[in-house]
């Protein structure tokens, strides 16, 4: 089966490697420009293009697949390799009526979470955001919507108590990966069944924005646990940003007497949040310095009880 696969970070990797790795023809690859990187602005190519370069799979990067003369010679490009399928991972760009009708077998994506729930740009953050338990990635046959297409197969895992989104995205590549090939042998068999989404159902994973990375103290202990593990969190001490990136929700003894946003242990770095709880920070990054785990910034720092971290 000729495909042609389209994606762009990390989290696409594990498919192009699997497809290629299981035999599979993979005759092109499209992914986004590169893009400069670092004080010298030195062009870095795209993880995919850098995967697809290795198993020697030509590489088109559009800048767009909808209008201009990239749009134009990337269909005549499709025409010409006339692929049977398309696999679609975190692409970055929408595809045209006229893309998603070329192939034999459709096009099929690869989306991390059990759909019709979390559709949209960020479904693993949110997912980690909402303190949910379960997720999962899902195949897909494309429409013209966003994730709105019938789904094919669903693999679903556990989300750890203290999981960040960072290692959840790994385990998720590596899960959409066998969910991919799990789909192209089932089309290949002619035993592929799709089933329509639930509307009804459905909840949309919007784009992550900095501001919501601000931990307000007066929100409970939980809710700013998941902030950390989903996105990272920030507050201030002494009037100087400090990002948060570990942290664990405990039982304070001593927060009556204290406000939301009071350090309550200095020798654990507790804070009090809205609900009476603490929330640990574990790992941190003080202005100007590097990440590093909160026993040593400590060593170097000391925290008077009762202490206001702010926004």
Known sequence: MRIVFMGTPDFAVPCLRALADNGHDVSAVFTQPDKPKGRGYK???????????????PVYQPLSLRK???????????REIAPELIVVVAY???????????????????HASLLPAYRGAAP??????????VTGVTSMLMAEGLDTGDMLIKSETEIGEDETASSLHDRLSEIGAKVLIDTVNAIENGTLTAEPQD??????????????????FGRTAQEL???????????????KRLKVYGSKVIALKNGDSLENGAVADTEKLIVKCGD????????????????????????????????????
């Not at 062009?43 to 799979?57: H, L, N, S, W």
């Not at 949309?204 to 307000?216: G, P």
């Not at 646990?225 to 009037?239: A, E, K, P, Q, W």
Request: proline residues 4%.
């Open 276 to 311: 009476g709880m603490g929330l640990m920070f574990t790992e941190i990054q003080p202005e100007g310095k590097k990440r590093m785990k909160t026993e040593d910034f400590l060593r170097g720092k000391k925290i008077e009880t009762g202490t206001v971290l702010g926004i």
């Open 225 to 239: 646990h998941n902030v950390i593990r989903g996105i990272t969190g920030f507050t201030t001490l002494d009037g």
């Open 43 to 57: 062009m870095i190519p795209t993880p995919v293009k850098a995967a697809a370069q290795e198993y020697d799979i």
């Open 199 to 216: 509307d009804a159902l459905s909840s949309y994973a919007v784009r992550i924005t900095k501001e919501m990375s601000a931990l307000d």
């Open 124 to 133: 693993i953050q949110w997912s980690v955001l909402n303190g949910e338990k």
């Open 92 to 110: 970055g760009q929408i595809l045209p009526k006229e893309i998603l009708e070329l192939p034999k077998y459709g096009c099929i994506n690869i």
């Open 68 to 78: 201009g003369e990239d749009a134009e010679t990337s269909m005549n490009i499709l």
